[in-house]
């Protein structure tokens, strides 16, 4: 459902983007609400889809993660069925964290998390590349992370 936002739609969303803790005593007081106003309009936001969830934001390197992989991944395109049966067997694994249809030379774009070098190279030989329909896997490693995939740009109208 698409609906239309203003002024107070886009500081209650960046807000909750960057705090989902705050009351909605706090929100009302940022935007010059009053609470049940505020509460209707997160209410709205929510039934719309905009608001998609409210997560916690965890530590990968406190987890023990030190490896981030980008891994594209090329498959045997045979039949929708082969096709879903890949789907379906990558988002079983724990440690691809995002995964994407992609064009270009790949088919998938799979972010995947490891403890070191090692825990990759197993997760690599005994889940990636046996996938069904895999031709092909290529991964790139991240040396440096600048910025983080958290928060989308909350837009001005």
């Given at each position: 459902m698409q609906i239309e936002l203003d002024k107070i739609d886009r500081q209650l969303m960046a807000a909750l983007q960057q705090n989902a803790r705050l009351t909605t005593g706090e929100l009302a007081q940022m935007t010059g609400l009053s609470q049940s106003p505020c509460w209707r309009r997160i209410r709205r936001l929510e039934e719309s889809g905009l608001i998609d969830g409210y997560h916690a934001r965890l530590s990968r390197r406190g987890l023990g993660y030190g490896v981030v992989a980008?891994?594209?991944?090329?498959?045997?395109?045979?039949?929708?069925?082969?096709?879903?049966?890949?789907?379906?067997?990558?988002?079983?694994?724990?440690?691809?964290?995002?995964?994407?249809?992609?064009?270009?030379?790949?088919?998938?774009?799979?972010?995947?998390?490891?403890?070191?070098?090692?825990?990759y190279s197993d997760l690599l030989q005994s889940k990636l590349h046996r996938l069904p329909g895999v031709k092909q896997v290529q991964t790139s490693f991240s040396l440096q992370e600048f910025k983080r995939f958290d928060d989308l740009p909350v837009p001005a109208r």
């Open positions: 980008f891994v594209s991944i090329s498959i045997d395109h045979q039949n929708e069925l082969r096709s879903m049966e890949f789907v379906e067997a990558v988002r079983a694994i724990p440690e691809v964290v995002m995964f994407h249809g992609i064009t270009g030379t790949a088919d998938f774009l799979l972010m995947v998390v490891a403890r070191d070098l090692d825990a």
